[in-house]
């Protein structure tokens, strides 16, 4: 396991505006199939704590299924 940390502050809210599962991260690094968890003391809206699948969609935005 090769743990990804984030802040709140390294998402784009524009990239969520319109599809609430995708995240807009500069060089995120992920491939689509790459299992993540998420967790977030302030959980965005539309998602819970938990696995999830990545969907990428290129170097800055994946989904998460």
Not at 12 to 36: L, M, W
Not at 37 to 56: D, H, K, L, P
Request: without cysteine; negative net charge; aromatic residues 16%.
């Amino acid at each position: 396991t090769n743990p990804v940390g984030f802040s709140s502050f390294s998402i784009r809210d524009s990239s969520r505006a319109t599809n609430p599962n995708q995240f807009a991260i500069t060089n995120h690094g992920f491939v689509t199939g790459d299992k993540i968890f998420y967790s977030a003391n302030e959980v965005a809206s539309g998602i819970t704590t938990g696995s999830y699948y990545v969907y990428r969609v290129d170097d800055d935005n994946f989904k998460i299924i």
